[in-house]
């Protein structure tokens, strides 16, 4: 059966990554809150709701408002990092909650070496942003690690949708970091607004398995 929810995020979230690419301005501030909205939307269509999907469609919530204060005003960027930060906070508690913490060290490694490779390129750069970068990637980094390893640890399908989407959103905010920090490039916005979504769209996904 045929998810329409489902289409009309694809749909959305395609319009708005290809806008960012080489679309006008005009789509780009249009289809990014539309796309996040009907992820909202699928998410609350689920008919098994708890505490922890109700704390994943808060974190969602959290990432729109985030883009909001981002798309209205450059100025807001310290308020939309600050907004990130609780998303990722939220996102990880949700994570959490099923308390299957093994530590496996090799998954550890790999979003504590994403975060060091990040530190490295945009430090300098920083001035008086260092703390609250720093707090956005040390918490994104904490999300990517405790949805791998809940995944590690129960090997469940719904764990490994919040893995890849806590890996995608970590990703998105780092590579999103450097471009806007160190090394801008022509194709960063379409690259961060596809694992963005992507992270997102899996995490929501959750929710049905």
Known sequence: M??????????????????????????????????????????????????????????????????????????????????????????TISFGMQFNFGLYLPWLIVPIAIAAVTFIFIWGKLESQQPVVFASIIMSMIMMWVAGDQYFGLGREFNFSIMVGASMLFLSHCIWLIAHFRFPFKASKAVVAAFYFLGQFFIVRAIYL
């Open 2 to 91: 045929i998810s329409w929810p489902f289409l009309a995020v694809l749909f959305s979230g395609w319009l708005y990554v290809d806008a960012a690419y080489r679309g006008p301005e005009w789509q780009r501030w249009l289809f990014r809150p539309i796309t996040l909205l009907l992820l909202l939307f699928w998410g609350w269509s689920s008919d098994d709701l708890n505490a922890q999907t109700y704390l994943i469609l808060g974190g969602l919530v959290l990432s729109l408002v985030a883009d909001l204060s981002r798309m209205f005003s450059s100025e807001h960027l310290l308020t939309s990092l600050g907004l990130m930060f609780l998303s990722y906070l939220v996102y």
